[in-house]
T-cell receptor
Framework: GENVEQHPSTLSVQEGDSAVIKCTYS??????FPWYKQELGKRPQLIID?????GEKKDQRIAVTLNKTAKHFSLHITETQPEDSAVYFC?????????????FGTGTKLQVIP | DGGITQSPKYLFRKEGQNVTLSCEQN?????MYWYRQDPGQGLRLIYY???????QKGDIAEGYSVSREKKESFPLTVTSAQKNPTAFYLC???????????FGQGTRLTVV
């Protein structure tokens, strides 16, 4: 089955700096890669996603890049703010036989220091 | 709140007892999922269902059971066979298996 690895597990940055979180996946047939943000005590919420026919996607201060050949995808947050502090999860959709499921990475705890 | 509701928020269970966690959605989503969240281990898939009366095991299905008799409901039973059931359980739903997943607020289960 799909295996998603996420690094780093914790990340501290100064307010205004950029943050980068990296993920790798194992199933070359995976075609959908969402990123979720989970604030303390709250449910995960989708912040951005990318499909395999696209190499990069941007939404204001957040961008995601995908390298299908290397099976890497990354989340980039620019001009970080204290409210960006949360746990971020990457995920990949893969599967076979008509059953597709989303596999999550282990999460990155981002701390933005004011 | 995204239209997906989990109950209860906190649940305590004695060892050896089965317990059922509720998940209801009014989003008309076909697909529903149960995840377990432990510190440092991310979200691990327990079971998922793409359609009524059909469900598939995820990566850690042992000791758990589900049913999908109605589109809106996907209850999870944590059985006494689950060796380490204390965890935070998240239910999610999506329009299809590849679409955005909307999560419930979670149920924190503690075995006492």
């Amino acid at each position: 089955g799909e295996n998603v690895e996420q690094h780093p597990s914790t990340l501290s940055v100064q307010e205004g700096d950029s943050a980068v979180i990296k993920c790798t996946y194992s199933d070359s047939a995976s075609n959908y890669f969402p990123w979720y943000k989970q604030e303390l005590g709250k449910r995960p919420q989708l912040i951005i996603d990318i499909r395999s026919n696209v190499g990069e996607k941007k939404d204001q201060r957040i961008a995601v890049t995908l390298n299908k050949t290397a099976k890497h995808f990354s989340l980039h947050i620019t001009e970080t703010q204290p409210e960006d502090s949360a746990v971020y999860f990457c995920a990949a959709r893969g599967g076979s036989g008509g059953y597709q499921k989303v596999t999550f990475g282990t999460g990155t705890k981002l701390q933005v220091i004011p | 709140d995204g239209g997906i509701t989990q109950s209860p928020k906190y649940l305590f269970r004695k060892e050896g007892q089965n317990v059922t966690l509720s998940c209801e959605q009014n989003l008309n989503h076909d697909a529903m999922y149960w995840y377990r969240q432990d510190p440092g281990q991310g979200l691990r898939l327990i079971y998922y269902s793409q359609i009524v009366n059909d469900f598939q095991k995820g990566d850690i299905a042992e000791g758990y059971s589900v049913s999908r008799e109605k589109k809106e409901s996907f209850p999870l039973t944590v059985t006494s066979a689950q060796k380490n059931p204390t965890a935070f359980y998240l239910c999610a739903s999506s329009l299809g298996t590849g679409g955005e997943a909307f999560f419930g607020q979670g149920t924190r289960l503690t075995v006492v």
